[in-house]
């Protein structure tokens, strides 16, 4: 059982940076993709980015694209995202996800097996 915990939620204005991190314990990290969600007020939870178990690949929704960066560390079994120039359209609750293995359907969350409690992100105009 692998339990995930998100951090790093907060306010910021419009332009400005936060990183999320993702504290993963219980299983093999390495064997694990990683993936962040998001979930606006109103709306459903969203894509973000996922990242392969080795870090080797990554892919993003096209509206993060250039501003948002996943990454990991294995050996601390922690999953980042970087976030820059920030927008008020990118206030949401933010969530981490794994799952075993990597595959064509890394967009959906129906997928992912574990998840974080989220975290709040808000970006100020």
């Known amino acids: 059982q692998v339990q995930l915990v998100d951090s790093g939620g907060g306010l910021v204005q419009a332009g400005g940076s936060l990183r999320l991190s993702c504290a993963a314990s219980g299983g093999t990290f390495g064997w694990y993709a990683m993936a962040w969600f998001r979930q606006a007020p109103g709306k459903e939870r969203e894509f973000v980015g996922t990242?392969?178990?080795?870090?080797?690949?990554?892919y993003y929704t096209a509206s993060v694209k250039g501003r948002f960066t996943i990454s990991r560390d294995n050996a601390k079994t922690t999953a980042y995202l970087q976030m820059n120039s920030l927008k008020p359209e990118d206030t949401a609750v933010y969530y981490c996800?794994?799952?075993?293995?990597?595959?064509?359907?890394?967009?959906?969350?129906?997928?992912?097996?574990?998840w974080g409690q989220g975290t709040q992100v808000t970006v100020s105009s």
């Open positions: 990242i392969n178990g080795s870090g080797s690949t990554t």
């Open positions: 996800a794994a799952r075993l293995g990597f595959g064509s359907t890394y967009a959906s969350d129906r997928v992912y097996d574990y």
